[in-house]
C-alpha cells in the first residue's frame, strides 16, 4: 500500500510519461525518493535524452545533495538524535537503501560539531592538556611525530567483583535447572540476557595513564563513537 502510494506521489508529469511507456516501472520507483516534483521533473529533463537511464543513475542525481545514513558523520551523531534536532531522512521503499539519506546536511555538520565538543570536553576534564577535534579527516601525516597511549585497565573494586560472582552463580544454576526443558520460559531467557548484558559491562572497564602522558596530544574526528 506505501509502495503504491508513493509511486502516486510522483509528479503528474512524470506519471504522464510512464502512462505513454515513456520510461519503465524501474525508472518511476527510482523518482519516489525524493517529494520534490521540480527536483524529479530536472533529472528526467537531464537524463531523458542520455543514453544513462538506468534507475541508480536516477536515484543518484537525486541525492547527489544528500548524506547517506551509513556516513561517519550521521552514525556518530545517530539517525535518532538527527531526526528529533528535525533532520528529515529519505528512504526508498523500492530497494535496500541502507538506512537512506540525510537530507539536511547543514544540521547534520552543526550536531556533529556540537557533539565533538561535548567529546572534547568530557576528556579534557580527564586532565588532557590539547585535544584537537575535526569533523571529518585531519591533513595528511598529521600522525608524524605521534604515538600511541598504552592505558592500563581499572581493577576490579571488591563489590564489583562479589557482583560479578553472584550473577555467574545465578546464570549456572538456571542453566542447571532448565538444562532439560525444550524451550526456555520467556522470564529466564530475559533474564539470562540481562545477565550477559550485565556481565559483559565489567568487560568495558575505565582506562588509566600515566601522569607524564596527559601533556599528550588527542585527536578526535567524527568517526570516533561515543564512550
Do not use: C
Not at 19 to 47: C, K, N, P, Y
Not at 57 to 73: N, P
Not at 157 to 170: H, M, P, S
Request: hydrophobic share 45%; net charge negative; glycine share 6%.
Amino acid at each position: 500500500m506505501k509502495q503504491r502510494l508513493r509511486l502516486a506521489s510522483v509528479s503528474p508529469a512524470l506519471l504522464d510519461v510512464y502512462a505513454d511507456d515513456g520510461m519503465s516501472l524501474e525508472q518511476l520507483m527510482a523518482f519516489t525518493v525524493i517529494a520534490d516534483h521540480a527536483r524529479q521533473e530536472q533529472v528526467w529533463q537531464a537524463i531523458s535524452g542520455s543514453w544513462s537511464r538506468e534507475p541508480y543513475q536516477i536515484r543518484r542525481m537525486l541525492t547527489e545533495m544528500t548524506v547517506r545514513a551509513s556516513d561517519r558523520r550521521a552514525v556518530f551523531v545517530g539517525l535518532d538524535v538527527y531526526e528529533a534536532a528535525g533532520g528529515a531522512v529519505l528512504r526508498d521503499l523500492f530497494q535496500s537503501d541502507d538506512g537512506g539519506w540525510l537530507e539536511d546536511v547543514a544540521l547534520l555538520d552543526r550536531l556533529v560539531a556540537e557533539k565533538l565538543k561535548a567529546e572534547a570536553e568530557t576528556i579534557a576534564a580527564e586532565g588532557w592538556k590539547w585535544i584537537e577535534v575535526a569533523a571529518t579527516d585531519f591533513a595528511y601525516g598529521h600522525t608524524q611525530g605521534l604515538r600511541d597511549l598504552d592505558g592500563v585497565s581499572a581493577d576490579l573494586t571488591a563489590e564489583e567483583q562479589t557482583t560479578i560472582e553472584a550473577l555467574n552463580a545465578e546464570y549456572a544454576r538456571l542453566e542447571a535447572e532448565y538444562d532439560s526443558v525444550a524451550e526456555l520460559p520467556d522470564e529466564v531467557d530475559q533474564r539470562l540476557g540481562e545477565i550477559e548484558t550485565a556481565l559483559a559491562a565489567f568487560d568495558d572497564r575505565p582506562v588509566t595513564y600515566q601522569p607524564a602522558d596527559y601533556s599528550a596530544t588527542i585527536r578526535m574526528r567524527a568517526a570516533r563513537q561515543s564512550r
